[in-house]
């Protein structure tokens, strides 16, 4: 049973527009929420996260959003870039769990020139 | 950022022989250790997780007698995959943190291939 979903396995964008990628978790108990960002043949690297006590964290181009009641979050990326080209991981944590991660299957996203 | 090396990057061996990862943190004490495995157009999948002078913790339905953890330092883990067979074939990950780890302040490592023939 998924407890951290990226429904969305490929995403294509055209370079300088918006690129929004999606993840929904069935836990309620995470608390905690990380997006990284993989290259091929590389570990994943983290991009930005945010706590359940807030709705939105902005850093740069990079903003997640989080609906708790939905059990949903989104990362915008604006302007997209083609160096954004990568796969995107949505990961969860609790408190409750030691904070270790549950990872998202991973949306690859590519942004064209 | 903190850097977490892998080694080797990718190692290929033959069915029934038995392959050893290394991974290190190069510039902070990692007190845990995470091993992740990813198949193909999978996600990261825990498999165990070590705290140093300790023995690992393993994820359910991980054999800890195939996959040996050692977190002998505080730099050092090492993940040995004991008569390896193709199926073992995957993407390996270790991750690291230390004492005063936020939960963007875990580290990845590069990944190691393995392909066993």
């Known amino acids: 049973d998924q407890q951290v979903k990226q429904n969305s396995p490929s995403l294509s964008v055209q370079e300088g527009r918006i690129s929004i990628l999606n993840c929904d978790y069935t836990?309620?108990?995470?608390?905690?929420f990380l997006w990284y960002k993989k290259y091929p043949a590389e570990g994943p690297t983290f991009l930005i996260s945010?706590?359940?006590?807030?709705d939105k964290n902005e850093d740069g181009r990079f903003t997640v959003f989080l609906n708790k009641s939905a059990k949903h979050l989104s990362l915008h990326i604006v302007p997209s870039q083609p160096g954004d080209s990568a796969v995107y991981f949505c990961?969860?944590?609790?408190?409750?769990?030691?904070?270790?991660?549950?990872f998202g299957p991973g949306t690859r996203l590519s942004v064209l020139p | 950022g903190a850097v977490v090396s892998q080694h080797p990057s990718w190692v290929i061996c033959k069915s029934g022989t038995s392959v050893k990862i290394e991974c290190r943190s190069l510039?902070?004490?990692?007190?845990?250790m995470f091993w992740y495995r990813q198949f193909p157009k999978q996600s990261l999948m825990l498999m165990a997780t070590?705290?140093?002078?300790?023995?690992?913790?393993?994820e359910q339905g991980v054999e800890k007698d195939k996959f040996l953890i050692n977190h002998a330092s505080l730099t050092l883990s090492t993940l040995t995959v004991t008569s390896a067979h193709p199926e073992d074939s995957s993407f390996y990950i270790c991750?690291?943190?230390?004492?005063?780890?936020?939960?963007?302040?875990?580290?990845f490592g590069p990944g190691t291939r393995l392909t066993v023939l």
């Open positions: 991750s690291a943190r230390g004492l005063d780890w936020k939960p963007d302040t875990q580290y």
């Open positions: 836990n309620s108990m995470f608390d905690y």
């Open positions: 945010i706590s359940s006590i807030k």
């Open positions: 990961a969860a944590s609790a408190r409750n769990y030691g904070q270790n991660f549950v």
């Open positions: 510039d902070f004490q990692a007190t845990t």
């Open positions: 070590s705290n140093e002078g300790s023995k690992a913790t393993y």
